[in-house]
């Protein structure tokens, strides 16, 4: 049996980064011939199968064809008679399209190696074209790889413009879509993954609500970047940096200003009223690809208050714990810690303005912490009942934020 280590894992032990995970692809070999030796089938597709032993997965060399339009639109050949540089051939680009023999020599018909050097995203062949997937994939490893300098081919750069231009990229599923992109914005740079769809005219296609921001002018005095969507890409990396890895902020950071690009022409730069607009565009976004709940309601509450905790030390302790409420952040704080910190993006997402402090969200946390301690004993010994225990707990958590907030200032004085 003719093993192979494949894709992914040959890219980055070349990159010299951790391998999380190990594809193997198996040369003249049949299902029947792998159950027979105690492989475990998963592939519904197409054959793979799972060691018995360390539980990686085995998938038979195969070939495809395009049979219609969209993502399931192949039909795939595991004859024992696929070669390994025909299995690698239908791959994506070429620094996935490397394998590896048991013996650790590399098998590169594509020149993988020679991209992963030259810090090339590079498609294998034009059957690329057939497989909208793909597109989305390039503008997610340029997301991953942009730090280390990767940037698209040219010629791979035409194949996607001509990918959008052909109508192919309108054949991706939601599910798709929204799995590409919670990934990308995990990834260490996102905004290469909006500048990848953007420069091929898939932004327009698959998020417009984004491509819209692009143009939209914002106070210079405020926003050096003075473009609104570039603002928006500077957010979604900032975000990356203050919380990798973490989509959820990422998908709050992407959608927080949405309603930049509803602007009368009359109120530019400025932008009155942007964020209780930008909530129809973000729920427009959100039916069309359908997140988790959790990113649905954190990413419209940080549109409708990023504002509000902007200046958040200017509020009253009434208003300070309305904020906290809206979140429900006195029972689950989690949510306060994603606000907070796709807000911290907001403000340090500005030319020239990246290390910018953003005391505003620690204050917050801080005042939620006093308020979610009060203890109900108090308010239950006064025999209070109805909604006069709920009223008399809300007046004594304001009160724990105007205690917290004396105890702040007198500091200050000391200081």
Known sequence: MQTFLVGGAVRDQLLGRAVSDRDYVV???????????????????????????????????????????????????????????????????????????????????????????????RHVSPAFAEDPVRLLRVARFAARYAPLGFRVAPETRVLLKQMVANGEVDHLVPERVLAELRRALGEARPSAFVQVLRACGALARLFPEVAALYGVPQRRSWHPEIDAGWHTEMVLDQAAQLAPGDDLVGFCALTHDLGKALTEYKHLPGHPGHEGAGVAPLEALCDRYRPPREFRELAVLTCKHHLTLHRYAELRPGTALSLIEAFDGLRRPQRLQVFATACAADKRGRTGLFDTSYPQAQQMLTEAQAAREVSSKAVLAKGLSGPAVGEAMRQARIAAVVALRAQGSGLRAQE
């Open 27 to 121: 040369v003249g070999q049949t299902p029947e011939s792998m159950l027979a030796r105690g492989y475990k089938a998963v592939g519904a597709d197409f054959p793979v199968f799972l060691h018995p032993d360390s539980g990686e997965e085995y998938a038979l060399a195969r070939t495809e064809r395009k049979t219609g339009r969209g993502y399931a639109g192949f039909s795939f050949n595991t004859d024992p008679e696929v070669t390994l540089e025909e299995d690698l051939g239908r791959r994506d680009l070429t620094i996935n399209a490397m394998a590896q023999k048991p013996d650790g020599e590399l098998v590169d018909p594509y020149g993988g190696a020679r991209d992963l050097q030259q810090r090339w995203l």
